[in-house]
Each structure stands twice: as structure tokens, then as C-alpha cells.
């Protein structure tokens, strides 16, 4: 099984470009397709991004995809989301995710990380 740890959240100010990293143990990480979620305070669940678990395929959320890339290195175990522009509205919790399929919808994801605060300052 895959084991998620994200990291690089924290207190951003607006127009800030932090990078976001989940590192994943287990041998089978490079099996998996690898997402991004994010929930803000008083808010659903919501896709971010996703990458297929060769790289070759990437997917982004209608509302961030000309601010966002998502990456993976394989050889690291790591998959990272990099954020650029970033308004107040991008305050929330950002989870990373594994699962064999990619899907926009997070109940489809089999394994989750904690999550990463980023608060983004005006």
C-alpha cells in the first residue's frame, strides 16, 4: 500500500509561488495515478490536478489549470503541485492522493495524506 506525507503549505502572500510536495513510500507508487485535492473553510472537497502514474498524462481543475503544475519523479517518490499567482481564495487544506485510476471526483481515490494548510495573505 501507498503511504502519503504532504509538505510546502504554509502562509503565502498573494501572487506567491509555492510548491507543494507529497512524498510516498511503497513499492508500488509508480503504479498509481497521483492527485491533488483541496478543501477551503466552509468548503466541498474540490479536484486540483492530477497525474497518470507514467507521467504522460496530465489533468487540471477548469479554475486553476493556467496557475498549477502538477509533476512526479518517480526515482524520489514524490509527486509536486507547483502554484503560481495565488489569490486568497487559494486558502485551504491541499491533500495529495493515490489510486490505480485517475478521477475528478475524491471519493474515487483509494489512498489519502493528511493534508497541507496553505493560507495565502491579501
Known amino acids: 500500500q501507498v503511504q502519503l506525507v504532504e509538505s510546502g503549505g504554509g502562509l503565502v502572500q498573494a501572487g506567491g509561488s509555492p510548491r507543494l510536495s507529497c512524498a510516498a513510500s511503497?513499492?508500488?507508487?509508480?503504479?498509481?495515478?497521483m492527485g491533488w485535492f483541496r478543501q477551503g473553510p466552509g468548503k466541498e472537497r474540490e479536484f486540483v490536478a492530477a497525474?497518470?502514474?507514467?507521467?504522460?498524462?496530465?489533468y487540471y481543475a477548469d479554475s486553476v489549470k493556467e496557475r498549477v503544475t502538477i509533476s512526479r519523479d518517480i526515482a524520489k517518490n514524490t509527486v509536486y503541485l507547483q502554484m503560481n499567482s495565488l489569490k486568497p481564495e487559494d486558502t485551504a487544506v491541499y491533500y495529495c492522493?493515490?489510486?490505480?485510476?485517475?478521477?475528478?471526483?475524491?471519493?474515487?481515490?483509494?489512498?489519502w495524506g493528511q493534508g497541507t494548510q496553505a493560507t495565502v495573505s491579501s
Open positions: 511503497g513499492r508500488t507508487f509508480s503504479s498509481y495515478a
Open positions: 497525474i497518470s502514474w507514467s507521467g504522460d498524462d496530465t
Open positions: 492522493a493515490a489510486d490505480p485510476d485517475v478521477s475528478t471526483n475524491w471519493a474515487r481515490w483509494a489512498r
